[in-house]
């Protein structure tokens, strides 16, 4: 396995577990409420987590010399991902959230060094370290609006 002395993924480690320990704070009694926008922190975390696992499989399918898809309307792709996870539970959205976000990292992680600067799509600027610090971004900014309603 390649190791990669990044700050950044460094920060997307530890950002990962205070996501998760902020989910897992989460009021009992708070996790139907709408907070965000409208959504429930279990539409928030299964976003998360459709994020995670899409961004997970872009680099793998890259990696592999695999054409990729753009993810589009991101607007569009978020309300896909909040009706998938209309009927399940926290406890399970919140098992999704741990295993999608270490997939992100061991993905990432396994990446060669030389691919890391590489564009990822044709006619997109995007390359495997702004994937990550988009997800390093994302996951921040979930962390302030989940903290904000404890």
């Not at 926008?37 to 299964?46: N, S």
């Not at 370290?129 to 302030?144: A, G, M």
Request: hydrophobic share 35%; glycine share 4%; aromatic share 12%.
């Amino acid at each position: 396995m390649t190791k990669h002395p990044d700050d950044v993924l460094k920060q997307f480690k530890q950002s990962r577990l205070d996501l998760l320990a902020a989910v897992k704070n989460f009021p009992t009694a708070k996790e139907s409420r709408i907070f965000y926008g409208d959504w429930t922190i279990r539409e928030v975390v299964g976003h998360i987590s459709a994020w995670d696992i899409y961004f997970s499989d872009l680099l793998s399918n890259f990696s592999s010399g695999k054409q990729v898809e753009h993810w589009g309307n991101i607007f569009e792709f978020n309300k896909n991902a909040v009706t998938l996870c209309k009927n399940k539970t926290l406890k399970k959205l919140t098992d999704e959230l741990e295993k999608s976000g270490k997939q992100f990292n061991l993905t990432y992680q396994n990446l060669p060094t030389k691919a890391l600067e590489q564009k990822i799509f044709l006619k997109k600027k995007y390359t495997p370290k702004d994937i990550l610090k988009i997800e390093l971004d994302h996951y921040l900014s979930q962390i302030k609006q989940i903290e904000k309603r404890y």
